[in-house]
């Protein structure tokens, strides 16, 4: 099963391509009580092969995505550092479970639903 089978809204996702989950740049993790929630934002490690055209026209080199998790019922974080990069696993178990793994930083979380909340890219290069 593709991992964007347990999204909520996978097909804004799949319409640019389906990425790896592995060697992410993870840039946040946020705890929110609205919902209870939990959002992971981090940088994808490939991209697309053919990118939305005002990517392309822009120069962008980098997709970022924010991962949602909505109706938290449980969660623990387990370290983190300025820069990790990690791999992100999701599986159906009594909702969704999201494990975030690196060397320095472990992260679990069980919630109702999984989802989309941003996908965006950048230039990490300057010409």
């Known amino acids: 099963m593709n991992w964007t089978s347990l999204l909520a809204n996978p097909s804004?996702?799949?319409?640019?391509?389906?990425?790896?989950?592995?060697?992410?740049?993870?840039?946040?993790v946020e705890f929110r009580r609205?919902?209870?929630?939990?959002?992971?934002?981090?940088?994808?490690?490939?991209?697309?092969?053919?990118?939305p055209a005002k990517w392309a026209a822009q120069g962008f080199d980098?997709?970022?995505a924010v991962m949602g998790l909505s109706g938290v019922r449980t969660a623990a974080l387990n370290g983190f550092v300025s820069d990790p990069v990690a791999d992100i696993s999701l599986y159906a178990r009594d909702g969704v479970t999201v494990e975030v793994a690196s060397a320095s930083v472990r992260l679990r979380a069980t919630?109702?639903?999984?989802?989309?909340?941003?996908?965006?890219?950048?230039?990490?290069t300057h010409e």
């Open 12 to 28: 804004g996702l799949r319409s640019v391509y389906v990425p790896n989950l592995r060697g992410l740049s993870l840039h946040g």
């Open 34 to 51: 609205e919902g209870p929630s939990l959002m992971l934002r981090f940088d994808l490690p490939s991209y697309p092969a053919e990118p």
């Open 62 to 64: 980098t997709v970022q």
């Open 111 to 124: 919630a109702d639903t999984a989802y989309v909340a941003r996908l965006s890219a950048y230039a990490t």
